[in-house]
């Protein structure tokens, strides 16, 4: 069964400061990860979608990795402001998930002004 | 663009009750999820459909039921509601299997 672990489990940051969150599955055998983000009290955002055959997707200030061999994804977030703060959450879809997104319980950041 | 829409935003039930959470999507996506997230838990999928008129369960799919009679519309409907469907429930949406997932803003469900 697909296990899906995100490390730290809460991050503070001062205003500015270029941080990475991780995230780590434990079978290769997948379609794609996908990041989101999350406010409180709302729905999931979908921020990158990163293919199996892919090594990083960017988008702003936002740059997702994916390395399958070691089963790792890093979110990299560039001069973080205070609306980057929220939870973060890492999903896996793959061939022995079915039709299942694997996901991990996030990470919350606070990037404080 | 609307996206995925999901009714009511919040729902108190009494232990024993039935209700049907509603989603609608306007996208024209084929696939359409039922999750519930639970505190400090990942997200668990109940339900799945790949189009109209085809619906599976997903990991936790007791105590739900859920039809697909059009492409827009995804209801999750809750028979004798349990302390245990204490939780938000996302409906989301995408084009494919290995595509992007859109969500809705959830449903935050009481059952006491």
């Known amino acids: 069964k697909q296990e899906v672990t995100q490390i730290p489990a809460a991050l503070s940051v001062p205003e500015g400061e270029n941080l990475v969150l991780n995230c780590s599955f434990t079978d290769s055998a997948i379609y794609n990860l996908q990041w989101f983000r999350q406010d409180p009290g709302k729905g999931l955002t979908s921020l990158l979608l990163i293919q199996s055959s892919q090594r990083e997707q960017t988008s702003g200030r936002l740059n997702a990795s994916l390395d399958k061999s070691s089963g790792r994804s890093t979110l990299y977030i560039a001069a973080s402001q205070p609306g980057d703060s929220a939870t973060y959450l890492c999903?896996?879809?793959?061939?022995?998930?079915?039709?299942?997104?694997?996901f991990g319980k996030g990470t919350s950041l606070l990037v404080t002004p | 663009n609307a996206g995925v829409t999901q009714t009511p935003k919040f729902r108190i039930l009494k232990i024993g009750q039935s209700m049907t959470l509603q989603c609608t999507q306007d996208m024209n996506h084929n696939y359409m999820y039922w999750y519930r997230q639970d505190p400090g838990m990942g997200l668990k999928l109940i339900y799945y459909?790949?189009?109209?008129?085809?619906?599976d369960k997903g990991e936790v799919p007791n105590g739900y039921n859920v039809s697909r009679s059009t492409t827009e519309d995804f209801p999750l409907r809750l028979e004798l509601a349990a302390p245990s469907q204490t939780s938000v429930y996302f409906c989301?949406?995408?084009?494919?299997?290995?595509?992007?997932?859109?969500f809705g803003s959830g449903t935050q469900l009481s059952v006491l």
């Open positions: 989301a949406s995408s084009y494919s299997r290995d595509a992007g997932l859109f």
């Open positions: 999903a896996v879809s793959g061939s022995n998930s079915g039709y299942a997104l694997n």
């Open positions: 459909s790949v189009g109209a008129g085809i619906t």
